[in-house]
């Protein structure tokens, strides 16, 4: 195995190759392999991230560098991250893994917590190789964040494969941008912030000149339904979310407008199934202001998409009556790279609902989120960092609760 430069590789052959040398199809050779990213360039324009600032916890990795098993016109690149998180919430929040402000209480005793974990910790495996003059591409990738916090089950984040203009699998959906998601040591991160990853099929098309890229997907149509008290019943997926986005990509950053179409259905026991329409925009952006400085925005508003940021589609107003949910946020924030080894971001979100009437005084209402990071890099590959983190929730009824909390994080990046 060849873990740098100056190390020599072992071959790893077929026990049964020949006399002349044929090492034959089980030859394997682990390297540093530099040019193996421009030999497995990707066609297409699959979405990705400006990696341009230290500490960006949503790039992919890198397809160079790191150990990259080679074989037959074939390369995977092994990837991710240790994260070990520390915590300590000086406000009630019932999130204690992850900044969840929808979790603040705004009512009962105040309470405190103290947690430390490792479930952002994650492992990649980036599969590339030559078919009829294509790149073909297997990308797996998760993380510890199922199942309960004391379990903290191996969870799947990405799963997909990309071929061309063609994607299949389960990834980030095309409502969202990755390169506009905040850099916060935090993982739940803004609370307007479209994180969803899910099952999809999606083309992306070029249209002028690599400067704007058209997209089309038709993706998992998850629902969040709050039932009325007095109706018994499931959420109904009856049809895709139609999703479409434009998206300019320069050398200063980049912009995107995406559209959302939904068909939200709910089935009361023993009655027929019920359906609305939901639509969504979500506008984002991120650019350089200055080299070592890139602002970022979105806006997102709609009805019936409050289940791709983690609030309800549907509303109850009443023990038997329900009304498709409308929203507004937004986000604004700045990374910012001070030098080699020191990296801060600071990120502001606000989300309200709409206001309907008849819902439970306890819905939510609005929530605020901010976040503000100092992050070290000591050595290659290795960071720690902390986090301020301030967040309040409203309710229907007018109560407010808010929380502060303090994170510390060590991370050490796979080569």
Request: glycine share 10%.
């Amino acid at each position: 195995m060849k873990v740098d430069n100056r190390l020599t590789p072992v071959q790893y052959t077929d026990t049964e190759s020949d006399s002349e040398g044929d090492t034959g199809s089980d030859f394997l050779d682990l390297s540093l392999a530099a040019d193996v990213g421009q030999s497995f360039q990707l066609e297409g324009n699959e979405q990705g991230v400006d990696a341009r600032l230290d500490n960006n916890f949503t790039a992919f990795p890198e397809f160079t560098g790191g150990i990259v098993v080679v074989g037959d016109d074939i390369a995977m690149k092994i990837g991710g991250y240790i994260k070990a998180d520390l915590i300590k919430d000086f406000d009630a929040i019932g999130s204690t893994d992850s900044f969840d402000t929808t979790t603040i209480p705004t009512s009962g005793p105040n309470y405190k917590n103290a947690r430390f974990h490792a479930r952002q910790s994650r492992l990649s495996f980036d599969t590339r190789w030559h078919t009829e003059g294509h790149t073909v591409r297997a990308f797996v990738e998760g993380d510890f964040f199922g199942g309960t916090p004391t379990s903290s089950d191996f969870r799947l984040r990405h799963a997909y494969g990309h071929i061309g203009r063609f994607t299949a699998g389960q990834t980030w959906t095309t409502f969202t941008d990755p390169a506009a998601v905040p850099q916060t040591l935090d993982f739940e991160g803004a609370v307007s912030n479209v994180n969803r990853r899910q099952g999809l099929i999606r083309w992306d098309q070029p249209v002028w000149d690599d400067f704007l890229s058209l997209a089309v997907a038709l993706e998992d149509p998850q629902i969040n339904v709050e039932a009325p008290s007095l109706v018994m019943g499931q959420g109904r997926t009856e049809f895709p979310d139609f999703i479409t986005r434009a998206r300019v990509e320069r050398d200063w950053g980049e912009l995107q407008a995406a559209y959302v179409l939904r068909r939200l259905g709910y089935q009361p026991n023993g009655d027929p199934v019920i359906t609305g329409t939901g639509w969504g925009l979500n506008f984002t952006g991120s650019v350089f202001v200055m080299e070592d400085t890139k602002a970022y925005y979105q806006i997102t508003f709609g009805k019936g998409i409050g289940s791709y940021r983690g609030s309800p589609d549907v509303v109850a107003t009443g023990p038997d009556s329900a009304a498709i949910a409308g929203s507004f946020g937004w986000m604004v924030g700045v990374h910012h790279q001070w030098s080699d080894a020191w990296t801060s971001n600071v990120t502001f979100s606000k989300l309200h609902m709409e206001d309907l009437p008849g819902q439970d005084p306890d819905n939510l209402l609005s929530t605020t989120y901010l976040a503000v990071n100092l992050i070290a890099n000591p050595y290659e590959r290795v960071f720690c960092g902390i986090e301020y983190l301030y967040g309040v929730r409203e309710d229907a009824s007018g109560a407010e609760g808010d929380a502060n909390r303090l994170q510390m994080s060590f991370g050490f990046f796979l080569p």
